[in-house]
């Protein structure tokens, strides 16, 4: 079992900043890729971007690429979503998640969640 909190979501105007962490327990960290989705409300929960386990490549989707910057540190248990450029229609839930293949982080199948960090920009 891999255990994932999430922290650091609010409220943000847009065009502003958050950056959100991802802090993992349970299983060696520097085994697991990790990623980032979001859900806004009456939507389904979609894909952000990725990480794999040693850091080396990371992964986007195409609306937030330029803006936004995963990252980890794996001495801290830790993975990283920092958001620049905040849009309105960027309000959901954000959630991490972590696997041992970086394809299933990618596609969000069989994946360990987090409990999801609130992020909201207003206009």
């Known amino acids: 079992q891999v255990q994932l909190v999430e922290s650091g979501g609010g409220l943000v105007q847009a065009g502003g900043s958050l950056r959100l962490s991802c802090v993992a327990s349970g299983r060696t960290f520097s085994e697991y890729a990790m990623g980032w989705f979001r859900q806004a409300p009456g939507k389904e929960r979609e894909f952000v971007a990725a990480?794999?386990?040693?850091?080396?490549?990371?992964f986007y989707e195409d609306v937030v690429k330029g803006r936004f910057t995963i990252s980890r540190d794996n001495a801290k248990n830790a993975a990283y979503l920092q958001m620049d450029d905040l849009k309105p229609d960027e309000t959901a839930v954000y959630y991490c998640?972590?696997?041992?293949?970086?394809?299933?982080?990618?596609?969000?199948?069989?994946?360990?969640w987090g409990q999801g960090t609130q992020v909201t920009v207003s206009s």
């Open positions: 990480v794999t386990r040693t850091g080396g490549n990371t």
């Open positions: 998640a972590a696997d041992r293949a970086i394809r299933s982080v990618v596609l969000g199948t069989g994946v360990y």
